[in-house]
């Protein structure tokens, strides 16, 4: 996605911004990059509305500071001014733009002879407890890792007395050149769909040896030497975890060995409930990743397959292209670093939402759904036992997880449009636009919000623009309560017809006759297969499924 950038500071950023500037013209020609009128003057640039920054109207900023001049180089004072600065810009803020603020890293002389009582440390606490406080009132505003960059090269790499007293350029050569690689990483992640699932085999990959080889030879994973580089594996995938990533295992051993091992060893640091799917036996392993996909009814593009042997890998490879198969190293010291390496190509997002935190929770009760269906008489049967409810959630409060389901979605989505989350707050203000956005809990649990609906009221006829729903709840029929709710509001205000469209993709096949079932009829066609499509209103057919509002706005 093209992107209008800023890049402000309090220090000299100039080189920074040249070298951004060679980057974006080589990598996104149609990308714009303001020109800051120098540097130090952050705040006034972004409060005052007749300064160049505000006439450039970037859809990101970046703002990189330096704690330490910030405190005017006095560690005992600092907080205030971090509180006041923070203070200011949230006064700044405009909703429809996005922001990155750099984390704490202080720096200078003055620490080599100031006292060891914690000061320092104070000073860097504060802001970041300013920076959350702000991400967490303001879904727009994100961490810059800043932080990490300076501590994986070290201080000493990293800043230079010399051009910090020549040109108040805070940084070297090589920290410049990596702050550029940071927050080009950073615009390509707005524009990605990370994958969902790791699947992980286990034996010498998940930990080290052979489980049930020898019962006098215990799997390597231990607190010392190379059974803590497993075990800080699988420290680093557990983090993956709880930031969203769906795991699962695919992997030959006897099943009752491997769970033995995964249920009740004092250093696994995985149990099995962090698991959304497991197949441990003899079959072909592309066999049991395609069964994994059916079961979480998620495409085979979603997943990464990490095994330690090249003869699996290629197996994988070959007979399913889809499926992302990275190497594996040579050395297993290298295992942990090699999977934060995984973690950043393929799952990294720019946002992690309290929906990403509960996924593995939400397909483990998935699981129990699908075994209630396999004993549920028929269809209706059991999506009465199911016992659904469903309720509207507030757009503007969930922002994040609007804006994520929208460009998540592949399969259930009737236009497949994306918002980056400016955007989508843009949208949300725009009185042409009204969102709807679902929840639905069962008797297993809370799915969350999981359905979400943008109508265009430009024209004489509103048209529903955007219609997306998660895979996790498709094939409950939900999708005709919310397209009966949507049309009974409309035409309780007045409205006497709806109108809709499909617009074909590789991956939203399932919804292609969506409309037709509904009893749309279809006014236009296109060589596409796109398709125009309206509906009375009242709608003309009475629509079956079995959930109960819970909300009084929808009933």
């Not at 049930?212 to 390597?220: A, F, K, L, M, Q």
């Not at 979603?302 to 290629?314: C, G, K, L």
């Not at 010291?333 to 950043?344: G, H, K, S, T």
């Not at 037709?516 to 296109?526: G, H, N, V």
Request: a negative charge.
């Amino acid at each position: 996605m093209h992107h209008r950038i800023a890049v402000l500071s309090n220090v000299n950023m100039n080189f920074v911004v040249r070298m951004l500037s060679k980057e974006l013209a080589a990598a996104d020609p149609d990308s714009a990059l303001y020109e800051p009128e120098g540097y130090g003057n952050e705040l006034g640039a972004l409060l005052d509305p007749s300064s160049s920054y505000e006439a450039f109207a970037p859809d990101i900023t970046f703002l990189l500071m330096d704690l330490m001049e910030l405190a005017d180089h006095d560690p005992e004072a600092g907080c205030g001014r971090i509180e006041s600065w923070f203070a200011s810009l949230k006064a700044a803020l405009h909703k429809e733009r996005l922001y990155y603020i750099s984390d704490a890293f202080l720096w200078g002389p003055e620490l080599e002879i100031a006292p060891a009582d914690g000061r320092g440390e104070a000073l860097e606490s504060r802001w970041q407890e300013c920076l959350r406080a702000l991400c967490d009132s303001h879904p727009n505003v994100r961490v810059l890792p800043y932080r990490r960059m300076i501590a994986e090269m070290g201080a000493e790499n990293a800043f230079s007395r010399k051009m910090w007293y020549m040109g108040r350029i805070l940084h070297t050569g090589e920290a410049q050149k990596r702050i550029v690689a940071l927050l080009l990483y950073i615009l390509r992640l707005q524009g990605r769909i990370p994958k969902k699932v790791l699947l992980l085999d286990l034996d010498n990959t998940l930990w080290g040896g052979l489980a049930g080889e020898n019962d006098h030879t215990p799997v390597i994973l231990s607190d010392e030497h190379t059974g803590l580089m497993y075990r800080n594996l699988q420290r680093v995938i557990a983090q993956m975890q709880r930031q969203g990533v769906l795991l699962g295992i695919v992997s030959k051993n006897n099943p009752e060995d491997a769970m033995d091992i995964i249920a009740s060893h004092p250093q696994m640091a995985l149990r099995p409930e962090d698991f959304a799917a497991m197949r441990i036996n003899w079959r072909p392993k592309p066999e049991n990743i395609a069964e994994i996909a059916a079961e979480l009814n998620l495409g085979l593009d979603s997943f990464v397959f990490w095994d330690d042997s090249p003869a699996e890998r290629a197996l994988v490879k070959a007979a399913l292209p889809q499926v992302a198969v990275p190497d594996f190293p040579d050395r297993p010291e290298d295992l942990p670093e090699a999977m934060v390496r995984i973690y950043r190509q393929y799952f990294e997002q720019v946002a992690v939402t309290s929906e990403d935190r509960q996924k593995t929770r939400q397909y483990a009760e998935n699981a129990k759904r699908n075994a209630l269906k396999t004993q549920a008489s028929d269809f209706a049967s059991y999506l009465r036992q199911l016992a659904m409810e469903i309720s509207r959630e507030a757009p503007e409060a969930n922002s994040e997880r609007l804006t994520q389901l929208v460009n998540k979605t592949n399969q259930f989505n009737l236009t497949t449009k994306r918002y980056e989350q400016a955007a989508m707050e843009k949208l949300l203000r725009d009185a042409g636009k009204r969102v709807y956005l679902y929840r639905v809990k069962d008797c297993f649990g809370d799915n969350g919000i999981i359905a979400a609906v943008i109508l265009d009221l430009t024209q004489a006829v509103p048209m529903i623009d955007t219609f997306v729903m998660s895979c996790r709840v498709m094939g409950r029929n939900l999708e005709n309560a919310i397209v009966e709710d949507i049309e009974k509001e409309l035409y309780s205000q007045g409205f006497s017809s709806l109108q809709a469209r499909y617009l074909p993709t590789a991956k939203n096949k399932p919804v292609e006759n969506l409309f037709e079932k509904l009893d749309y009829r279809i006014l236009a066609t296109d060589e596409s297969g796109g398709k125009l499509y309206e509906t009375p209103l009242p709608p003309e057919a009475k629509r079956n499924y079995c959930a109960r509002w819970t909300d009084a706005k929808s009933r």
